[in-house]
């Protein structure tokens, strides 16, 4: 099964400033089709997850232009620019590419 | 609208089976594909299996012996059935409609005696 390791475990942000978030895969997730199934989710208290990013880069409907996915292979990225107070709770990666389909361990973002 | 809600016992008891519904509206099951996702109380989120459009489906490696999931798609309705259910299976019960970025509300399944 794809590994994918999430960095940091928690973060504590001040608000407007950029909070980064790792995750990293035991397998390359690029399918064959060349598309790369890697999704981040955000779960905020209390709630269902919520989609953020798909195919690695594309904001889903609704998604302000302060989330930004990058990364190839193996080695994902996203960054939070100018944090929000909404933007507190657990952020997860998630790979669509290899089954069984995996989820990252998440991070907790907080605002100091 | 696009809408999922997961029903079922809220509790079960060690060793029984458990058994959900999600049923879902404004999108056919035909066309789409189910996932289940679990999340123990204050743990993180665990990709449980799914039932693709054309009915297949697939099962998390460690879960794939006690799992079967199953559609009624004139009821709009998806199941999961787990046996042999332990403590450690307790954690809200999430359906999804991965492709739509839509989740249900979740169901919590507490497996006690």
């Known amino acids: 099964d794809v590994v994918l390791t999430q960095t940091p475990v928690s973060l504590s942000v001040t608000l407007g400033d950029q909070a980064s978030i790792s995750c990293r895969s035991s397998q390359s997730l690029e399918y064959s089709d060349g598309y790369t199934y890697l999704e981040w989710y955000l779960q905020k208290p209390g709630q269902s997850p919520q989609l953020l990013i798909y195919e690695v880069s594309n904001r889903f409907s609704g998604v302000p232009d302060r989330f930004i996915g990058s990364g190839s292979g193996t080695d994902f990225t996203l960054k939070i620019s100018r944090v929000e107070p909404e933007d507190l709770g657990v952020y997860y990666c998630f790979q669509a590419t290899h089954d069984p389909l995996t989820f990252g361990s998440g991070t907790k973002l907080e605002i100091k | 609208q696009v809408q999922l809600k997961e029903s079922g016992p809220g509790l079960v008891q060690p060793s029984q089976t458990l058994s959900l519904t999600c049923t879902v509206s404004g999108f056919s099951l035909t066309s789409n594909s189910v996932h289940w996702v679990r999340q123990p109380p204050g743990k993180g989120l665990e990709w449980v299996g799914a039932?693709?459009?054309?009915?297949?489906?697939d099962y998390n490696s460690a879960l794939k012996s006690r799992l079967s999931i199953s559609r009624d798609t004139s009821k709009s309705q998806v199941f999961l059935k787990m046996n042999s259910l332990q403590t450690e299976d307790t954690a809200i019960y999430f359906c999804?409609?991965?492709?739509?970025?839509?989740w249900g509300q979740g169901t919590l399944v507490t497996v006690s005696s």
């Open positions: 999804a409609l991965f492709n739509y970025g839509r």
């Open positions: 039932i693709w459009s054309g009915g297949s489906t």
